[in-house]
């Protein structure tokens, strides 16, 4: 955010003409050129950024898909896809809407239908869905961002 802040800082300066420079704005103008550095460190910023973003997710997905295969009940799969969904509605604010109460009332049920082996899983499982959301702000789940 610091680069592009000092980017549209350069930009909002009187103008600086580069004696001699012909071309683009970006090279006859000092304060042009400038901002224009402080956008390529912003875009390589955002380049890493995704890239740790990725590996996140198929770190979550890999490990997401390990629990699942070691557990037969499709319950513990849809308790963390719960989990995820009241995640995001926090984030969002609205962790005491209707929504928010229907799901945790959706996921009581279906935490006492597992067994111990699947409730380990389901809290292994939402511990990584928590982890991801802290670490990225991304809604868990949402592979759209």
């Not at 600086?16 to 000092?30: K, N, Q, R």
Request: hydrophobic letters at 40%.
């Amino acid at each position: 955010m610091s680069e592009l802040v000092s980017a549209q800082s350069s930009l909002n300066m009187h103008a600086d003409p580069i004696p001699g420079a012909t071309g683009y704005v970006s090279e006859t103008d000092a304060n042009v050129k400038h901002a224009m550095e402080h956008i390529h460190a912003a875009f390589e910023l955002l380049d890493r950024a995704w890239k740790a973003r990725e590996a996140d997710r198929t770190k979550f997905h890999r490990a997401q898909q390990k629990l699942s295969e070691r557990s037969p009940n499709t319950g513990c799969a849809e308790y963390a896809g719960a989990a995820a969904a009241l995640l995001a509605l926090d984030r969002r604010g609205l962790s005491e809407s209707d929504e928010a109460e229907a799901l945790r009332d959706s996921m009581d049920a279906r935490w006492y239908g597992m067994s111990g082996a699947d409730q380990a899983h389901a809290r292994a499982l939402v511990a990584l869905l928590a982890e991801r959301f802290e670490k990225t702000g991304h809604d868990p789940g949402d592979e759209d961002r």
